[in-house]
Nanobody
Framework: QVHLMESGGGLVQPGGSLRLSCTAS????????MGWYRQAPGKERELVAR???????NYADAVKGRFTISRDNAKNTVYLQINILKPEDTAVYYC???????????????WGQGTQVTVSS
């Protein structure tokens, strides 16, 4: 059993910052790529950023230069530093992880429950 726990969402004014965290726990053999996605009301879930085990990351064009993804492998945790927030960043942010549960069960995808980020004055 694997669980992803997100934290750090909230209400923030335009131009503000937030730091989201997501920690994976449970029977993890190897934690592979981790990422953040978001879903705004009435829209499909979209990729925000992903990072592999050695720290290579990629970002959606809409967040480049404002968002930074990082991870701490010792803590099984991925972070998303969000700066210069805009109202269009309002969404539920979901953590995603690709996890090897054993040598025979590889690449199982898990999602967190989501954390709400609201940008409003």
């Amino acid at each position: 059993q694997v669980h992803l726990m997100e934290s750090g969402g909230g209400l923030v004014q335009p131009g503000g910052s937030l730091r989201l965290s997501c920690t994976a726990s449970g029977s993890i053999f190897r934690l592979n790529d981790m990422g953040w996605y978001r879903q705004a009301p009435g829209k499909e879930r979209e990729l925000v950023a992903r990072i592999d085990r050695v720290g290579v990351s990629n970002y959606a064009d809409a967040v480049k230069g404002r968002f930074t993804i990082s991870r701490d492998n010792a803590k099984n945790t991925v972070y998303l530093q969000i700066n210069i927030l805009k109202p269009e960043d309002t969404a539920v942010y979901y953590c995603n992880a690709d996890i090897d549960l054993s040598l025979l069960r590889r690449g199982v995808e898990y999602w967190g429950q989501g954390t709400q980020v609201t940008v409003s004055s």
